[in-house]
């Protein structure tokens, strides 16, 4: 299996920098900030009991929901952000990731394609998108969203190693290798570069390119979180 890093980046919201007048709770939100999930459940919980059209509020909540694994209401809450007419890049960046770990790979693909029209400065969201489309086997449209993504920040290993992903599952093993040798040589602490160089020397070694092992068979292996 050759090994992919799904970073998602830092996770991404924003406290009461929204314009207009979608502006959290201090309180809430400052629970959020210190990583106290369960009380930042709670009290954003109470604030939507009082105030149940308060769309950042229930992003938060839901960004929260997805801090502690539970996935199914942390979409829900994205969703209802979404519906209450709340339109910010990152609420669709954090969509578009929950339903890419869900599987449903047309979902995120809209969810990051928002994302990336409302905000094409920011790379994790090129990067989220071209994840969503190898996903979906649309390898050239991948490869265009992560180069975007690394004309933004080129010091992401993680992208440079999705790049070597997909020419392998293109065969193209000489663009592979050559993007996993310069990661091996500026990133020498980035561990899964060196293991899918030699994943890729026992493929090109193999008595036929079809027996166990080669790109057909190749599984993912998470070597981050991808919160």
């Not at 209401?73 to 709340?86: D, F, N």
């Not at 992903?165 to 000489?174: K, N, T, W």
Request: aromatic share 8%; hydrophobic share 40%; net charge negative.
């Amino acid at each position: 299996m050759l090994v992919i890093v799904l970073a998602r980046f830092s996770p991404v919201y924003a406290g009461a920098s929204y314009p207009g007048d979608q502006v959290c709770d201090a309180t809430a939100d400052y629970f959020l900030g210190q990583e106290n999930y369960s009380e930042a459940i709670a009290t954003h919980r109470r604030l939507l009991d009082a105030h149940p059209a308060d769309a950042l509020a229930h992003y938060h909540l839901g960004f929260a929901y997805g801090m502690t694994g539970d996935a199914p209401h942390e979409l829900a809450e994205y969703r209802k952000a979404e519906s209450l007419g709340l339109r910010q890049w990152d609420l669709y960046l954090n969509l578009g990731r929950a339903l890419l770990e869900a599987g449903d790979h047309d979902g995120a693909a809209k969810a990051l394609s928002t994302s990336v029209a409302l905000a094409p400065e920011r790379p994790e969201s090129h990067f989220n998108l071209g994840l969503a489309y190898e996903r979906s086997g649309m390898f050239a449209a991948a490869q265009d969203q992560l180069q975007s993504s690394l004309r933004l920040d080129p010091k992401q290993p993680d992208a440079r190693n999705m790049m070597g992903l997909i020419y392998a599952e293109e065969r193209d093993y000489s663009h592979a290798r050559e993007i996993w040798n310069g990661l091996a040589r500026t990133e020498p602490d980035f561990a899964p570069a060196r293991a899918n160089l030699a994943i890729l020397d026992r493929i090109e070694h193999a008595p036929t390119r079809n027996a166990p092992g080669d790109r057909h068979n190749l599984r993912t292996a998470f070597a981050t979180d991808l919160r």
